[in-house]
């Protein structure tokens, strides 16, 4: 081998030990940043992971706020539906009749409020009915008495199956509309009733 051939083989041998001298940092420095890259990647995951977590817990911490609302919803609403049942309790009107005596085809009968005023907005009719109804007044306050009169339509048809029938509509101090429906059978036998004793002087 001549000296110029050695003398290139050295040269190449140099180039060859310099490469390999130069990949190998560079080796290093992808492998470092490999994993530098994958332990970002771990940090992103975990950073996901928690932000999951925590996504999970505001998402229970609202729902369970929001069924505390709707518990204090229900429980207002029952409250308020409470003190409307108490209001219309409170300023109920109770009304009932009580027939009193009998003159010829007329019939005096008491209304009573054993609760509290009305107001009497209309009287209508029932089928069958053999009476004329007069109520001649429209109100009736707490704890009173008022004289009203049955008339019979027809007082030679009137026998034990007489009925009187009608049905009230009234309203209260609130202006709420409510009804109550009377019907009498034979009124005469049941004004006798209560009255016998009293005629005939027991």
Same mark, same amino acid.
């Given at each position: 081998?001549?000296?110029?051939?050695?003398?290139?083989?050295?040269?190449?041998?140099?180039?060859?030990?310099?490469?390999?001298?130069?990949?190998?940092?560079?080796?290093?420095?992808?492998?470092?940043?490999?994993?530098?890259?994958?332990?970002?990647?771990?940090?992103?995951?975990?950073?996901?992971?928690?932000?999951?977590?925590?996504?999970?817990?505001?998402?229970?911490?609202?729902?369970?706020?929001?069924?505390?609302?709707?518990?204090?919803?229900?429980?207002?609403?029952?409250? +308020?539906? %409470?003190?409307?049942?108490?209001?219309?309790? @409170?300023?109920?009107? $109770?009304? /009932?009749? *009580?027939?009193?005596?009998?003159?010829?085809?007329?019939?005096?009968?008491?209304?009573?409020?054993?609760?509290?005023?009305?107001?009497?907005?209309?009287?209508?009719?029932?089928?069958?009915?053999?009476?004329?109804?007069?109520?001649?007044?429209?109100?009736?306050?707490?704890?009173?008495?008022?004289?009203?009169?049955?008339?019979?339509?027809?007082?030679?048809?009137?026998?034990? +199956?007489? %009925?009187?029938?009608?049905?009230?509509?009234? @309203?209260?101090?609130? $202006?709420? /509309?409510? *009804?109550?429906?009377?019907?009498?059978?034979?009124?005469?036998?049941?004004?006798?009733?209560?009255?016998?004793?009293?005629?005939?002087?027991?």
């Amino acid at each position: 081998m001549t000296k110029s051939s050695k003398n290139k083989t050295k040269i190449t041998d140099w180039i060859q030990a310099i490469a390999a001298a130069i990949s190998i940092p560079a080796a290093i420095f992808a492998f470092f940043t490999f994993f530098q890259k994958d332990e970002d990647l771990q940090r992103q995951i975990a950073s996901l992971d928690t932000i999951s977590r925590q996504s999970i817990i505001q998402t229970e911490i609202l729902k369970n706020q929001v069924d505390i609302l709707k518990e204090e919803q229900d429980f207002l609403k029952q409250q +308020n539906e %409470l003190s409307l049942s108490q209001r219309l309790t @409170e300023i109920e009107p $109770k009304l /009932i009749i *009580e027939l009193d005596k009998y003159n010829g085809d007329v019939i005096y009968a008491n209304l009573i409020n054993n609760g509290k005023i009305a107001k009497i907005i209309k009287i209508v009719e029932n089928k069958p009915n053999d009476f004329i109804i007069d109520i001649p007044f429209q109100y009736i306050g707490e704890g009173k008495e008022k004289q009203i009169f049955f008339q019979y339509k027809n007082a030679n048809e009137r026998n034990e +199956n007489t %009925l009187l029938n009608f049905t009230l509509i009234y @309203e209260n101090i609130d $202006k709420k /509309i409510m *009804e109550k429906n009377f019907k009498f059978k034979n009124v005469e036998s049941i004004i006798y009733e209560k009255n016998k004793n009293q005629w005939t002087g027991a």
